[in-house]
């Protein structure tokens, strides 16, 4: 075991929670989005050396975690992370550790828990490979901003640098594609980098943040006070929005007809889902969401346009193109979202609402910037609007609705085989969308996302920034921990699956009331479809040629396993895996060349839009550019 | 949003806390989003426990402007000030050794060091190492005049950059988190 000859183990000198443990357990973690006061970078909590009981490094870390108020963490284990491992075991009924079977699978089913929770997500790995095989995840939560703390070992201050055993420079390899990250070098900065990290993670614009611990610092003792606040200097988010900028906002959604409110995952991150309501009924808004933003707005609310973006409905993305004003609140303007930039809505006036000054005027350029929380802008904005009669705004909705009649979410049904669409309808309605939905990455996404019908924000778990085969199965293990009675859904592809298919062991040793839907086109079908639309059909490693039996497969894990081959027997195995306790996986052999449609290729302009071959003898002449 | 054609140079000064891996934080940036550093400079401030990083840039405004709210969002970095224009006071050193064979090659370099205002360091029967110190152009001046007498060794720092005396609150900086309209 590398780095243990450093630095004998000290003795573990007070075994109990700390007194003072006790006594803070009851102040709750730091709200999220509080402002704070500039000075020192770390208050400690009235430190009385005399009284603070002395702890080893490892113990301090377990209770730092108790006293954020985390109960619930993911990892693995190793050589140097074993000092904190032991200290899990002796707080196993206050802390709970959930063992994955890779370290990706951990820090997803962190992001997981922190999606459907709003909560911070914390996973803990060892060092080397341990941790590099966090990095997946860390950027996947950068990109979507979700807050997680990943606690690394590593070994021995002493050897860092000498090529040891295991060891890794995660901290440079982290630095990128994680909002803060942290080498503890002393075992009395452990408790405040702690501190630090949470309020990092779950403050202004969340992210990941990851603490790099040595071996020996787990080993090493000092006095413990866990510091009740934060105090950062240099950073500050900004929550609340100028007001001369909110006043411009107002006055252009007064003023301007044809609007359209386009939000994101900041609406869901903020809690602002009732502003937004408000906001889109007493101005009469069409709204619509960004993959990220799904379930921030009801999908069965007659003013919601549906998803935009490259697998958007054809009336969301046009109404986008058509609008005179755009109201953006908490999203990016991603380039899944404005296609070609230069043609993204060239008419329309833009307000760009988000906590992340670098997002603003980052791709397109707006003319009312407002740096701000969502919820609080939204609050501001609303302030200023008396709830009176709403504007009509009845030429805009007429186009609207004549677009939604004419181009609505549709394909052609057969009786040979499953549609994939069909599919997904079956899911709707048997669920009516109430569970919480996890998703991989490709074509299952597009359309769960085109037909699951999101019921909140929260229940919505999908890799958006970073496309991450691989996340759905693990997040739903993180998200079916969060408490929830309800089982949880897991839509995944014969593709994604495969790529953490080994949480599946996970989900049957917590006896997780999991439900996996296999969407099995023996493709890799996104890149088919690319292919098969851009590369004249030369099928380039796309199609699965060997595939396991995920049924058996899901058997020899412990898990039930069904399988839907028939569009006559889909809706009753369906029912059936989702009325089956514990986990179970439903393999769904599906039509193997359905494409996703509408579609924005790649380069094209947003209004550039492919529909599918039932819309195309109707569409009306437009613009088409493959790029 | 990187531009390829050369564009205006633009000098960024950025108060860090001194913390190791900061500086990395700062430079990852630029080469993880395309941007360039033409130059650095880093060194102590006069705060306790903070640094001073000047940097000078290429790019569009657009680019300059993502340059400026990217960097004022690293957690440990205080202040950023983006120095253009009249508002600010910028020197850069450069050391150079020359060949001086005859009579006729010190003469000449004698000339040019009256002419440019720099100064002699070291000397021996054959050389001559000579600072000036100036803004980045004077320097480029300097070395077109020097550079004919035949040089053995030039190096230049980063230019270093301040506000100008009485113009700190006008000079045109990047609130923390401030509205940008």
């Not at chain 1, 991989?440 to 769960?448: E, F, L, N, T």
């Not at chain 1, 059909?537 to 069904?562: C, H, M, N, Q």
Request: one cysteine or more; proline letters at 6%; aromatic letters at 6%.
């Amino acid at each position: 075991m590398q780095g243990s000859r450093i630095v004998l183990d000290q003795l573990d000198k007070d075994a109990s929670a700390p007194s003072s443990a006790r006594r803070n357990q009851s102040s709750p973690p730091a709200r999220q989005n509080e402002p704070v006061a500039p000075g020192a970078t770390v208050q400690s909590s009235a430190l009385d050396l005399s009284t603070a009981p002395v702890l080893r490094g490892a113990r301090i870390v377990v209770e730092s975690l108790i006293q954020e108020g985390v109960d619930l963490i993911f990892g693995y284990p190793g050589g140097a992370i074993l000092h904190v491992y032991d200290e899990l075991y002796k707080v196993q009924d206050r802390l709970r550790h959930v063992l994955v079977r890779h370290e990706q699978g951990a820090v997803h089913a962190a992001e997981g828990y922190a999606q459907s929770t709003g909560k911070v997500g914390v996973a803990m790995v060892t060092s080397g490979p341990g941790a590099t095989n966090v990095v997946t995840g860390l950027q996947n939560a950068l990109m979507d901003s979700t807050p997680i703390v990943v606690i690394s070992g590593q070994v021995a201050t002493t050897l860092i640098g000498n090529d040891a055993f295991q060891e890794a420079d995660i901290v440079g390899i982290t630095r990128p594609c994680t909002k803060y990250n942290y080498l503890v070098k002393r075992v009395e900065d452990l408790a405040p980098t702690i501190k630090e990290a949470f309020y990092l993670a779950r403050s202004g614009r969340p992210g990941p943040v990851l603490i790099d611990i040595p071996k020996d610092i787990t080993a090493n003792t000092t006095a413990f006070s866990y510091p009740e606040k934060v105090e950062l200097a240099s950073y500050k988010p900004t929550i609340k929005g100028h007001p001369l900028q909110v006043k411009k906002a107002v006055d252009l959604i007064r003023q301007f007809d044809k609007a359209v409110l386009y939000i994101g995952g900041g609406v869901v991150t903020a809690g602002a889902e009732r502003e937004v309501m408000e906001l889109s009924r007493r101005m009469n808004l069409p709204v619509t969401p960004t993959l990220m933003g799904l379930g921030a707005f009801p999908p069965s609310d007659s003013r919601s346009l549906g998803m935009l973006g490259m697998h958007g409905t054809y009336t969301a993305n046009m109404a986008m193109a058509k609008a005179d004003l755009i109201i953006n609140i908490g999203a990016r303007f991603d380039d899944r979202v404005t296609g070609r930039v230069d043609k993204f809505a060239v008419n329309a006036k833009k307000i760009h609402v988000d906590i992340d000054p670098s997002s603003v005027n980052k791709t397109v350029m707006v003319d009312v910037p407002i740096v701000g929380d969502a919820k609080h802008v939204l609050q501001q904005m609303l302030e200023m609007l008396p709830d009176e009669k709403p504007p009509e705004r009845s030429a805009w909705w007429a186009e609207l609705r004549e677009m939604q009649r004419r181009y609505p979410l549709r394909y052609k049904d057969r009786t040979d085989c499953i549609m994939p669409q069909r599919f997904f309808e079956e899911l709707a309605s048997l669920t009516q969308g109430r569970y919480i939905c996890s998703t991989d990455v490709g074509q299952h996404q597009m359309w769960a996302a085109q037909y699951y019908p999101v019921a909140n924000g929260r229940n919505w778990l999908t890799s958006g920034g970073l496309g991450t085969m691989g996340y759905g199965l693990p997040a739903a293990v993180g998200a079916a921990l969060n408490g929830t009675k309800e089982p949880v859904l897991c839509v995944t592809g014969d593709g994604s699956f495969q790529m953490c298919i080994q949480e599946l062991a996970t989900c049957v040793q917590e006896n997780l009331n999991l439900k996996i839907l296999v969407m099995n086109n023996r493709f890799l079908g996104m890149v088919r479809q690319w292919q098969e639309l851009l590369y004249d059909r030369r099928y380039s490693e796309v199609g699965l040629k060997y595939f396991p039996d995920f049924v058996k497969i899901a058997e020899a894990y412990g898990a039930t396993g069904f399988r839907a081959e028939k569009p006559e027997e889909l809706r009753a195995v369906m029912e059936k895996g989702l009325n089956t306790p514990g986990t179970v996986l439903m393999d769904i052999i599906v039509h193997k060349e359905t494409n996703v449609f509408p579609m924005i290729p790649g380069g094209a302009a947003h209004y550039e839009i492919l529909l599918g071959p039932e819309d195309d003898e109707q569409k009306d002449a437009q613009p088409r550019e493959l790029a | 949003m990187t531009s390829v054609a050369p564009s205006t140079r633009h000098i960024i000064s950025i108060l860090v806390e001194d913390r190791s891996g900061e500086l990395a934080r700062i430079v990852g940036l630029f080469s993880g989003r395309g941007y360039n550093i033409d130059s650095l400079a880093v060194n102590r401030s006069i705060e306790p426990g903070m640094s001073r990083v000047v940097l000078t840039t290429r790019g569009e405004p657009p680019v300059i402007e993502q340059i400026l709210k990217q960097v004022n969002k690293l957690v440990r970095v205080h202040k950023v000030r983006h120095l253009q224009g009249e508002g600010h006071l910028e020197r850069e050193l450069c050391i150079v050794t020359v060949r001086t064979q005859n009579a006729r090659a010190r003469e000449e370099l004698e000339r040019v060091i009256k002419l440019t205002g720099s100064r002699v360091l070291a000397f021996s029967a054959t050389a001559f190492t000579v600072e000036a110190t100036g803004t980045s152009t004077d320097i480029d001046h300097f070395l077109e005049l020097i550079r004919p007498l035949g040089v053995r060794d030039m190096v230049r720092s980063a230019p270093i950059a301040l506000s100008r005396a009485g113009t700190e609150a006008e000079a045109p900086a990047v609130e923390v988190g401030g509205v940008l309209s």
